[in-house]
């Protein structure tokens, strides 16, 4: 990962020194690119996850970069664990600048079939745990006046397919929540935007292909190549590639934008 994010950097900048990042979901595919990216650019990053030794290895990528990181384990639908850790960033490094919601998952089972638990899961990981991490996040960048949340929705929050209404729910769910904390916070030169990833080549997006290709007989590879098909750019997104928009989100150039839920999706959702 490190590698693929260090190579595929174009920008040679550093817009970030002296920020202090904070990472859900850190130790998977996009908030891993983000937590990488904005340690390139000289923040220091906390990463959160529950899947603590690939959290534990990422704060270590990033300080290989030069700065300083440190892995929290934090289960974001646990309340008080969010609240914990976001206290512990801000009394490490004395504030925090930047927050990446991008803790989630994905359960995707037909209406008639899904289980009560796919549904209470998937809201309380991608919606509450969101709401947990922009409510700790708050009163940080309200000190600061200044800094930007960046909650990691889908196209899905824009669109819907067959079997996957818990998680288009989550992420619809999350754009208003984006757009009730954006105006909130506004008054405090702190931004708030989503951003809506198209299928990207991480840990999920395998795991959706099992799930929803298995559905039709087709293999992860198969299942992927057609949704590469189904998008006008022709291909899948790579981490990185999302990672430079909530990099852009979080920088100067962005100071006049909030409330928005940004498709990063090669074309897939236009509107
Ligand atoms: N990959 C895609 O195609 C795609 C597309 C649109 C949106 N997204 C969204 O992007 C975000 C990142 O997904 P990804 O593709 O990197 O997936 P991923 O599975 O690689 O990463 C998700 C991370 O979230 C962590 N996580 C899950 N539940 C958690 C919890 N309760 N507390 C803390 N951490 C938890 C996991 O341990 C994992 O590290 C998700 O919100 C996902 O819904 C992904």
Not at 57 to 66: I, K, S, T, V, Y
Not at 87 to 97: F, K, M
Not at 244 to 249: K, S
């Amino acid at each position: 990962m490190l590698e693929q994010v260090m190579m595929r950097s174009t920008v040679d900048s550093r817009r970030f020194v002296g920020k202090v990042a904070v990472i859900t979901g850190a130790a998977g595919g996009i908030g891993g690119a983000c937590a990488l990216r904005f340690a390139q650019e000289g923040a220091n990053i906390a990463c959160l996850d529950i899947a603590a030794n690939h959290n534990e290895q990422m704060a270590a990528q990033c300080r290989d970069l030069g700065v300083d990181s440190v892995a929290i384990a934090c289960d974001v639908t646990d309340v008080s664990a969010v609240d914990a850790a976001f206290a512990a960033v801000a009394e490490r490094w004395g504030g925090i600048d930047i927050v990446v919601a991008a803790a989630g998952v994905y359960t995707g089972s037909p209406l008639e079939e899904a289980p009560d638990a796919d549904w209470l899961g998937t809201l309380a990981t991608n919606l509450t745990g969101a709401f947990y991490t922009n409510r700790a996040a708050a009163p940080y960048l309200r000190q600061r006046g200044a800094g930007s949340i960046i909650n990691i929705s889908s196209m899905a929050g824009k669109t819907s397919w067959p079997a996957s209404a818990e998680y288009s729910a989550s992420k619809s769910g999350l754009i208003g929540l984006t757009r009730s904390v954006a105006m909130e916070l506004a008054p405090y030169g702190v931004t708030v935007n989503a951003v809506c990833p198209g299928n990207t080549l991480t840990g999920m997006v395998r795991h959706v292909a099992a799930i929803v290709g298995g559905r039709d007989g087709l293999g992860v590879d198969e299942w992927l190549a057609l949704r590469a098909r189904d998008c006008p750019m022709g291909r899948i997104a790579q981490p990185w590639e999302i990672a430079g928009v909530v990099a852009f989100l979080a920088s100067e150039d962005s100071r006049y934008l909030t409330g928005q839920a940004i498709e990063v999706d090669g074309g897939m959702v236009m509107s």
